[in-house]
T-cell receptor
Framework: DGGITQSPKYLFRKEGQNVTLSCEQN?????MYWYRQDPGQGLRLIYY???????QKGDIAEGYSVSREKKESFPLTVTSAQKNPTAFYLC?????????????FGPGTRLTVL | AQSVTQPDIHITVSEGASLELRCNYS??????LFWYVQSPGQGLQLLLK??????LVQGIKGFEAEFKRSQSSFNLRKPSVHWSDAAEYFC??????????FGTGTRLQVTL
């Protein structure tokens, strides 16, 4: 079955540590996205990528970094510069960045920084 | 700038009753519109989408939505709610797949 995999489902880290969240898709989609979800705030875009080796900042990119070395993979690193990293992180993909395409979402990773 | 308003944070309906979740958007042209559903601790699942054409859109799980340009609305409806519909519902608007703005969500509770 095609889909988006995020791992791990739950992640705990100490304050000041960098942490990397995994996102893999086998849908052959060109575009991939990272969102942060906080209660009562909906989804906010962190980064997106439309092709390999290219990515753009979203609305809240500060304290985060990404890479896109393979079409299938779009890992997100939450750095120690992110002031409030505890949140639910969602990865998504779409066939292309433009046009009449919807985004498909992974199951999410809940990050808790202690 | 585009924006989405979901005025109802929390709605409670009885099983078997009808449901309408409100979504109002602000956008300069005809946008792409989406409704997603999220169960607790899960990702988002697409219920339905509107790109153009017929303003009444049918989706999965018996949901439908109507695009009303004059009211800048895209309300989600279901004639008879099931207990399994309890979840959080998000409306989203955008010009392309990559430029989506999500509402803050409406949490639906279903009483038996």
């Amino acid at each position: 079955d095609g889909g988006i995999t995020q791992s791990p489902k739950y992640l705990f880290r100490k304050e000041g540590q960098n942490v990397t969240l995994s996102c893999e898709q086998n849908l052959n989609h060109d575009a991939m996205y990272w969102y942060r979800q906080d209660p009562g705030q909906g989804l906010r875009l962190i980064y997106y990528s439309q092709i390999v080796n290219d990515f753009q900042k979203g609305d809240i990119a500060e304290g985060y970094s990404v890479s896109r070395e393979k079409k299938e993979s779009f890992p997100l690193t939450v750095t120690s510069a992110q002031k409030n990293p505890t949140a639910f992180y969602l990865c998504a993909s779409s066939i292309r960045r433009e046009g009449r395409n919807e985004q498909f979402f992974g199951p999410g990773t809940r990050l808790t920084v202690l | 700038a585009q924006s989405v308003t979901q005025p109802d944070i929390h709605i409670t309906v009885s099983e078997g009753a009808s449901l309408e979740l409100r979504c109002n958007y602000s956008y300069g042209a005809t946008p792409y519109l989406f409704w997603y559903v999220q169960s607790p601790g899960q990702g988002l699942q697409l219920l339905l989408k509107y790109f153009s054409g017929d303003t009444l859109v049918q989706g999965i799980k018996g949901f439908e939505a109507e695009f009303k340009r004059s009211q800048s609305s895209f309300n989600l409806r279901k004639p008879s709610v099931h207990w399994s519909d309890a979840a959080e519902y998000f409306c989203a608007v955008g010009a392309t797949a990559s430029k989506l703005t999500f509402g803050t969500g409406t949490r639906l509770q279903v009483t038996l």
